[in-house]
Protein backbone atom coordinates (compact mmCIF):
# COMPACT_ATOMS: atom_id res chain seq x y z
CA UNK A 1 0.00 0.00 0.00
CA UNK A 2 1.09 3.59 -0.32
CA UNK A 3 1.30 5.23 2.72
CA UNK A 4 0.93 9.39 2.80
CA UNK A 5 2.14 11.79 5.25
CA UNK A 6 1.14 15.71 5.75
CA UNK A 7 3.22 17.91 7.88
CA UNK A 8 2.57 20.33 9.51
CA UNK A 9 0.15 18.08 11.72
CA UNK A 10 -2.09 20.90 12.65
CA UNK A 11 -1.33 24.99 12.01
CA UNK A 12 -2.19 28.53 13.34
CA UNK A 13 -1.91 31.72 10.71
CA UNK A 14 -3.77 34.68 10.84
CA UNK A 15 -5.93 35.97 8.51
CA UNK A 16 -4.20 37.16 5.37
CA UNK A 17 -0.96 34.97 5.69
CA UNK A 18 0.18 32.65 3.07
CA UNK A 19 0.28 29.08 4.61
CA UNK A 20 1.49 26.10 3.27
CA UNK A 21 1.28 22.14 3.57
CA UNK A 22 3.22 19.28 2.34
CA UNK A 23 1.88 15.89 1.62
CA UNK A 24 5.03 13.22 0.81
CA UNK A 25 4.38 9.74 -0.81
CA UNK A 26 5.81 6.41 0.03
CA UNK A 27 6.13 5.95 -3.71
CA UNK A 28 6.28 7.98 -7.15
CA UNK A 29 2.83 8.61 -7.29
CA UNK A 30 3.26 10.93 -10.11
CA UNK A 31 0.78 13.54 -10.31
CA UNK A 32 -2.27 11.41 -8.97
CA UNK A 33 -3.16 13.16 -5.79
CA UNK A 34 -6.00 15.20 -4.61
CA UNK A 35 -6.58 17.03 -1.89
CA UNK A 36 -9.87 18.12 0.25
CA UNK A 37 -11.10 20.01 2.58
CA UNK A 38 -12.82 19.28 5.87
CA UNK A 39 -14.55 21.87 8.03
CA UNK A 40 -15.69 20.35 11.79
CA UNK A 41 -18.72 18.09 11.70
CA UNK A 42 -19.25 18.06 8.05
CA UNK A 43 -18.22 16.08 4.97
CA UNK A 44 -15.01 16.48 3.03
CA UNK A 45 -14.99 18.57 0.01
CA UNK A 46 -13.03 18.30 -3.41
CA UNK A 47 -10.66 21.22 -3.80
CA UNK A 48 -8.30 20.35 -6.36
CA UNK A 49 -7.08 16.78 -8.50
CA UNK A 50 -3.97 15.54 -10.31
CA UNK A 51 -2.07 17.58 -7.71
CA UNK A 52 -2.57 21.19 -9.45
CA UNK A 53 -5.87 21.25 -10.93
CA UNK A 54 -8.43 23.70 -8.90
CA UNK A 55 -12.63 22.12 -8.84
CA UNK A 56 -14.67 24.34 -10.39
CA UNK A 57 -15.87 26.91 -8.00
CA UNK A 58 -13.10 26.83 -5.83
CA UNK A 59 -11.36 30.05 -4.65
CA UNK A 60 -8.21 30.70 -6.28
CA UNK A 61 -6.47 31.39 -3.01
CA UNK A 62 -6.44 27.64 -3.20
CA UNK A 63 -3.36 25.66 -4.99
CA UNK A 64 -1.40 22.98 -4.71
CA UNK A 65 1.92 21.87 -6.97
CA UNK A 66 4.00 18.52 -7.23
CA UNK A 67 5.06 15.60 -8.43
CA UNK A 68 6.63 11.69 -7.76
CA UNK A 69 6.88 11.79 -4.22
CA UNK A 70 6.08 15.78 -2.98
CA UNK A 71 3.33 17.82 -2.99
CA UNK A 72 2.56 21.29 -1.63
CA UNK A 73 -0.95 22.62 -1.06
CA UNK A 74 -1.44 26.63 -0.14
CA UNK A 75 -3.87 29.06 0.48
CA UNK A 76 -2.11 32.61 -0.17
CA UNK A 77 -4.82 34.76 1.93
CA UNK A 78 -6.01 32.36 4.68
CA UNK A 79 -9.85 33.76 5.59
CA UNK A 80 -11.37 32.81 8.43
CA UNK A 81 -14.03 30.40 6.42
CA UNK A 82 -10.31 28.24 5.67
CA UNK A 83 -10.49 26.74 9.22
CA UNK A 84 -10.63 23.26 8.20
CA UNK A 85 -8.99 20.17 8.42
CA UNK A 86 -7.01 19.07 4.89
CA UNK A 87 -6.34 16.18 3.27
CA UNK A 88 -4.59 14.86 0.76
CA UNK A 89 -5.41 11.39 -1.20
CA UNK A 90 -3.30 9.27 -3.72
CA UNK A 91 -5.24 7.69 -6.45
CA UNK A 92 -2.12 6.08 -8.13
CA UNK A 93 -3.21 2.21 -7.13
CA UNK A 94 -5.47 0.87 -4.84
CA UNK A 95 -6.21 0.69 -1.76
CA UNK A 96 -6.89 4.32 -1.92
CA UNK A 97 -5.23 6.43 0.61
CA UNK A 98 -5.00 9.75 2.72
CA UNK A 99 -2.85 11.48 4.57
CA UNK A 100 -3.50 11.92 8.38
CA UNK A 101 -4.65 15.58 7.92
CA UNK A 102 -3.40 18.80 8.90
CA UNK A 103 -5.71 20.96 11.10
CA UNK A 104 -5.35 24.83 10.20
CA UNK A 105 -6.70 27.26 12.42
CA UNK A 106 -6.62 31.01 12.90
CA UNK A 107 -4.01 32.77 15.87
CA UNK B 1 -26.24 16.27 -6.69
CA UNK B 2 -27.25 15.33 -3.50
CA UNK B 3 -26.10 11.70 -1.95
CA UNK B 4 -28.11 10.82 1.57
CA UNK B 5 -26.92 8.24 3.24
CA UNK B 6 -28.97 5.92 5.95
CA UNK B 7 -28.71 2.77 7.61
CA UNK B 8 -26.46 3.46 10.56
CA UNK B 9 -26.85 2.81 14.32
CA UNK B 10 -25.46 1.07 17.13
CA UNK B 11 -24.99 -2.80 16.73
CA UNK B 12 -23.24 -5.40 18.91
CA UNK B 13 -20.22 -7.02 17.81
CA UNK B 14 -19.67 -10.07 15.07
CA UNK B 15 -23.61 -8.76 14.20
CA UNK B 16 -24.16 -6.64 10.40
CA UNK B 17 -25.86 -3.95 8.86
CA UNK B 18 -26.68 -2.72 5.89
CA UNK B 19 -25.94 1.28 4.80
CA UNK B 20 -27.71 2.98 1.71
CA UNK B 21 -26.97 5.81 0.14
CA UNK B 22 -30.15 7.27 -2.01
CA UNK B 23 -28.56 9.65 -4.89
CA UNK B 24 -29.97 12.47 -6.50
CA UNK B 25 -29.41 15.42 -8.79
CA UNK B 26 -27.02 13.47 -11.68
CA UNK B 27 -27.52 10.27 -13.63
CA UNK B 28 -26.51 7.70 -10.94
CA UNK B 29 -25.85 4.67 -13.81
CA UNK B 30 -22.94 6.65 -15.15
CA UNK B 31 -20.63 7.05 -11.92
CA UNK B 32 -18.68 4.69 -9.80
CA UNK B 33 -19.13 5.45 -6.31
CA UNK B 34 -16.91 4.79 -3.30
CA UNK B 35 -17.58 4.23 0.78
CA UNK B 36 -15.09 6.02 2.69
CA UNK B 37 -14.77 6.15 6.79
CA UNK B 38 -13.64 8.10 9.73
CA UNK B 39 -13.20 7.02 13.03
CA UNK B 40 -14.13 9.43 15.38
CA UNK B 41 -11.38 12.12 15.70
CA UNK B 42 -9.61 10.45 12.84
CA UNK B 43 -8.46 10.49 9.80
CA UNK B 44 -10.18 9.61 6.52
CA UNK B 45 -9.94 5.82 5.24
CA UNK B 46 -11.09 4.49 1.63
CA UNK B 47 -13.37 1.27 2.58
CA UNK B 48 -14.72 0.68 -0.97
CA UNK B 49 -15.50 1.46 -4.47
CA UNK B 50 -18.03 0.09 -7.15
CA UNK B 51 -17.80 0.46 -11.09
CA UNK B 52 -20.90 2.29 -12.45
CA UNK B 53 -22.56 -0.72 -13.79
CA UNK B 54 -21.50 -3.07 -10.81
CA UNK B 55 -18.93 -4.90 -13.02
CA UNK B 56 -16.03 -3.88 -10.76
CA UNK B 57 -15.82 -4.02 -6.85
CA UNK B 58 -12.27 -3.64 -4.62
CA UNK B 59 -11.72 -3.13 -0.87
CA UNK B 60 -9.77 -2.00 1.42
CA UNK B 61 -7.77 -4.71 3.42
CA UNK B 62 -8.97 -3.83 6.93
CA UNK B 63 -12.66 -4.60 5.19
CA UNK B 64 -11.96 -7.27 2.67
CA UNK B 65 -14.13 -10.75 3.17
CA UNK B 66 -16.23 -8.98 5.88
CA UNK B 67 -17.90 -5.96 3.82
CA UNK B 68 -19.89 -5.77 0.19
CA UNK B 69 -20.65 -3.17 -2.27
CA UNK B 70 -23.33 -3.30 -4.31
CA UNK B 71 -26.05 -0.94 -6.36
CA UNK B 72 -29.27 -0.71 -7.58
CA UNK B 73 -29.36 1.78 -10.42
CA UNK B 74 -32.84 1.08 -10.78
CA UNK B 75 -33.29 2.94 -7.53
CA UNK B 76 -30.34 5.45 -7.88
CA UNK B 77 -29.07 3.30 -4.14
CA UNK B 78 -25.91 2.77 -3.11
CA UNK B 79 -25.40 0.05 -0.33
CA UNK B 80 -22.95 -1.43 2.13
CA UNK B 81 -23.42 -4.62 3.59
CA UNK B 82 -21.21 -4.90 6.61
CA UNK B 83 -21.01 -8.38 8.62
CA UNK B 84 -19.03 -9.58 11.51
CA UNK B 85 -18.55 -5.95 12.43
CA UNK B 86 -15.86 -4.89 14.82
CA UNK B 87 -15.53 -2.10 17.09
CA UNK B 88 -12.25 -0.79 15.00
CA UNK B 89 -15.45 -0.67 12.58
CA UNK B 90 -16.99 2.46 14.58
CA UNK B 91 -16.88 5.31 12.10
CA UNK B 92 -18.75 7.69 10.29
CA UNK B 93 -19.33 6.44 6.80
CA UNK B 94 -19.43 8.43 3.72
CA UNK B 95 -20.86 7.97 0.77
CA UNK B 96 -19.38 9.61 -2.35
CA UNK B 97 -19.43 10.22 -6.23
CA UNK B 98 -16.62 9.17 -8.42
CA UNK B 99 -16.90 11.29 -12.32
CA UNK B 100 -13.63 9.02 -13.05
CA UNK B 101 -13.08 6.05 -12.13
CA UNK B 102 -10.62 3.48 -12.99
CA UNK B 103 -8.21 4.07 -15.62
CA UNK B 104 -8.32 8.23 -15.66
CA UNK B 105 -7.91 8.30 -11.70
CA UNK B 106 -10.36 7.76 -8.65
CA UNK B 107 -11.67 11.17 -6.99
CA UNK B 108 -14.61 11.67 -4.70
CA UNK B 109 -16.42 15.04 -6.29
CA UNK B 110 -19.40 14.77 -4.23
CA UNK B 111 -19.83 13.30 -0.45
CA UNK B 112 -23.21 12.55 2.02
CA UNK B 113 -23.59 13.93 4.83
CA UNK B 114 -22.57 10.44 6.55
CA UNK B 115 -24.40 7.84 8.87
CA UNK B 116 -22.57 6.96 12.32
CA UNK B 117 -22.15 3.37 12.89
CA UNK B 118 -21.22 2.04 16.60
CA UNK B 119 -19.73 -1.28 17.18
CA UNK B 120 -20.08 -1.90 20.75
CA UNK B 121 -21.63 -3.94 23.09
Known amino acids: DIQMTQSPSSLSASVGDRVTITCQAS??????LNWYQQKPGKAPKFLIY???NLETGVPSRFSGSGSGTNFTFTISNLQPEDIATYYC?????????FGPGTKVDIK | VQLVESGGGVVQPGRSLRLSCAAS????????MHWVRQAPGKGLEWVAV????????YYGDSVKGRFTISRDNSKNTLYLQMNSLRAEDTAVYYC???????????????WGQGTLVIASS
Open chain 1, 89 to 97: QQFDGLPLT
Open chain 1, 27 to 32: QDIRHY
Open chain 1, 50 to 52: DAS
Open chain 2, 25 to 32: GFIFRSYG
Open chain 2, 50 to 57: IWYDGSKK
Open chain 2, 96 to 110: ARDPKLGSSGYVFDY
